[in-house]
């Protein structure tokens, strides 16, 4: 059965994000963005509302909201500041593979840590690896009761404010995916050393850095599940569960986009009568509107088979390939439509543009998430 009716409680959710969306998000944004600030207090206080840490388990100090619930608040952050929801994505990016493959121990102490106000980053790309995961080449070897991790991590989101780190190392140098196995690894650690934070073209609000590790001991029970070789499969699950809340950052901020457009294009007069009644435009803003309706439906179909426990690796590329590239379209015509208003920073349509370009980048390219549609859709042909 497909019904498109909100419960009562996810109601409640939707609207405490858009409240605090309109209360501490956009009215900061601008200046965030400007002056790179890290929102910590702003973050603080989104945890405090309930609306942080939404799909770890209540066992372990989390909201233990559905992948659906997530997606409809986080929906809300997006369209208040793109950058805010990635700062408090990552931290989430980071606790999938402790949720889907930790011992009992780890989720207590790690989850139980970041459900009470701790930042966690996920460390998996490095400078020569993105897109292509299996040419990492970051190690770890078991020395005695630890293991000695030496590597390179880049572009790290949250890196300069994180307490502990996931961190996707090689344990094998074979070209299986078995050689790989996923580490907690504290960021006080000796050897543990934090870049610069990077000049990025938008959401400057979040924190993006290299990580080094310079022989950094980690105890024999901060390898994740306790077993080596699982950690190809942890940061591909962490993929598929991030995806679905990526895509509504996107379409968040594209919404936001529009919205600001649609109100400007009322209010804006050329030739006599508001520009909304130029024909282009309202065609412009009907095709935006139908846009975003589009990836909120791939984003809900791939969150509701998460929450039914299936794989939904088709399903959550199709939401963050379409969500990510119609966010850039969308943003794109905010600032035609806003005219030479748009090109300046002094409206947000700039800013939700440039913000825009990072979904069809970071977690899997939109070329990446075309690759996996494919692949995907190659299993089943006959
Ligand atoms: C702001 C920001 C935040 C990030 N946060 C994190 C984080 O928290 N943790 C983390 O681990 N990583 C993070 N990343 C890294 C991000 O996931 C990678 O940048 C991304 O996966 C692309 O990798 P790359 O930059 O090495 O580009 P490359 O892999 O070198 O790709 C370059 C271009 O080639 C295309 N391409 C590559 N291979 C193929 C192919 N087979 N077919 C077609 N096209 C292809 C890509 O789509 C891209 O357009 C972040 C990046 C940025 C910029």
């Not at 870049?195 to 400057?204: A, F, L, P, V, Y």
């Not at 309706?293 to 088979?305: D, G, H, I, S």
Request: charged share 25%; with cysteine; hydrophobic share 35%.
């Amino acid at each position: 059965m497909v019904d498109f009716n909100l419960t009562e409680q996810q109601e409640m959710l939707v609207e405490l994000a858009r409240e605090f969306a309109d209360d501490e998000l956009i009215p900061n944004a601008e200046k965030w963005d400007t002056e790179g600030t890290f929102p910590k207090g702003a973050i603080d206080k989104a945890r405090e509302m309930g609306l942080l840490n939404c799909t770890i388990p209540e066992a372990y100090g989390g909201m233990g909201l559905s992948f659906l619930e997530e997606a409809m608040i986080n929906e809300e952050l997006g369209r208040g500041d793109p950058g805010f929801a990635t700062i408090t994505g990552v931290t989430m990016l980071a606790c999938h593979p402790v949720i889907f493959a930790g011992t009992n121990e780890q989720k207590e102490k790690y989850l139980g840590r970041v459900a009470n106000g701790e930042i966690s980053a996920y460390c998996v790309t490095e400078p020569g690896a993105g897109s292509d995961v299996k040419s990492i080449s970051t190690t770890a070897v078991l020395e005695g009761d630890s293991y000695v991790i030496n590597g390179a991590k880049m572009w790290i989101g949250g890196a300069g404010y994180a307490d502990w780190f996931y961190v996707l190392a090689r344990t094998d140098d074979k070209d299986s995916y078995d050689s790989f196995s996923g580490f907690i690894v504290e960021a006080d650690s000796e050897g543990l050393e934090v870049g610069k934070k990077e000049n990025k073209m938008g959401q400057r609000c979040s924190d993006t850095r290299g990580v080094r590790f310079h022989n950094v001991k980690v105890p024999k029970e901060n390898l994740l599940g306790g077993k080596e070789g699982g950690g190809w499969l942890q940061a591909m699950v962490a993929f598929d569960r991030s995806r679905p809340m990526l895509s509504s950052h996107a379409l968040g901020n594209a919404r936001g986009a529009m919205e600001e457009a649609w109100q400007y294009s009322n209010e804006r007069m050329t030739f006599g009568k508001p520009i909304f009644e130029h024909q282009s435009i309202s065609f412009m803003l009907a095709d935006m509107s139908t846009k975003i309706e589009c990836a909120r439906l791939l984003t809900y179909k791939a969150a509701n088979l998460l929450d039914k426990g299936e794989r939904a690796t088709l399903e959550s590329a199709h939401a963050k390939r379409y969500a990510a590239d119609i966010g850039m379209e969308v943003t794109t015509d905010a600032v035609q439509i806003f005219g030479g208003y748009g090109y300046s920073e002094e409206f947000p349509a700039a800013r939700r543009m440039r913000g825009a370009k990072i979904y069809q980048i970071f977690g899997g390219s939109s070329q990446i998430q075309r690759l996996i549609i494919g692949r995907e859709m190659n299993k089943n042909f006959k």
